[in-house]
């Protein structure tokens, strides 16, 4: 296995191999490089996002003039590729226990964890401590709020932001939820108050 | 409490309901009417399934007009509502056309579900609507009420006509009390504890629940044998509400 190099390093040894404008493909730029594919892919992307870089044909890669002017004043990157978020790339949740859990919301008054998970839970293990976690997530963003009285010990909820029929998905380390019904390419709504 | 859904006898019955009404003759008879006591778990059978299949829920206000349950469909189905009646109905059968083309090609079961319609079941206007909506696009209408929707719907043979399925939800057998509360107790009940649950609940699911929770609250702050919390365990202890007395039913002592 081929040791980890610092960051950085394969995006600014591929912005010094297009540096005389040149249109390599992946291929190309494998063999001549001292990376794995894998790692010259995701430079790529990130120079593409940044706009240095730009597919001039089917699998052909070609530095943009912003890249070219980069190349030239001896650009080096230090961190890792930045990537912006692009919230329409990430897969859709199909009907999965979060979503079923998100109906039973939507058509109950108030309830507690313990009653959606009566009403979402087929077969998987741990439900209600996911159920717990998700809205714990839905009440940071403002979905769902804490109602004063406790039933039999148990907290009580209402959905006070019900956007849609598609459950708000969690995004755990950008302690956010996705919400696809806010819009197309679906909106963030963080869970930091 | 465990979080389990119990699938009782009147579950059973209303899930076969729902796979008769695949099987129907006449493809416009496609309403359900689901009736029975208060407290019996109509609506949370219903929330059941409706969560597991993404169908359609609505409930259904005491003063519900058709223009008001065109809104609140459209509401539901997340669609900004036109102004005129004839718009609003093109678009609920559009959407709701696309979603049971949907559910079809995911083959799960798709349907409509309104519940409280008792309020609904006098009245002819919104009966029309429904039946022309469930008409047109053959869509499964499921009506949950205690017990009036039959005798109303009667009057309107029209619409009578058209409910393949009627499922009467009835009082927790013998059976069933044992079933949630193997399913949902925290702690094992005897026998005897157990036929005085159906006796004082009289196989009301709500007040059963009720009993659960106390025995549970009894058996897991005391020393029970092998065979479960007893009556004699918890003589003189509350058990249920009397719904109708409103006043505490107290486990006998000396049995």
Redesign the interface.
Known sequence: MRERSKPGTVPTLLLQCLADGSCQSLAELDAGLDADYRQIANAAYAFISRGFLERAEHGCFQLTPAGMAAAESGFVVNTRPLRTYQPHLRKRPK?NMR???W??M???VSFT???I??????DEIC??KNLQRYFRALKAAGYLAEMPRRI?GFKRFRLIKDT??QAPAELQKRRALIDY?LSEKGEIVSCIK | ?K???VETSNVKRFLSALSALEDRGATEACLVVVDGLPGLGKT?TL??W???N?CI?LRAKKEWSPAWFMNELLDT??VNPPHSFQKKYAKVLEELAVRQNNALM?R?PFGLVIDEADHVSSKATILETIRDISDMIELPTVFVGMGKIKDNLSRFPQVASRVSQKVRFEKASKDDIKLLIKGRCEVPVADDLANFVLTASQGFNREVLEAI?NIERFGMRSEIGSEGVTMADMAGHVIINNRHTNQDIYVPEGV
Not at chain 1, 117 to 122: G, L, N, T, Y
């Open positions: 009907n979503q079923r859990a109906n039973a939507r058509i109950s964890i313990g009653d998970v009566i009403a979402c839970v087929r439900a209600e039999g849609g029929p019904n | 409490m979080n389990v859904f949370t929330k059941h409706v969560a597991q993404n829920y189905l997340r995911a799960r929770a």
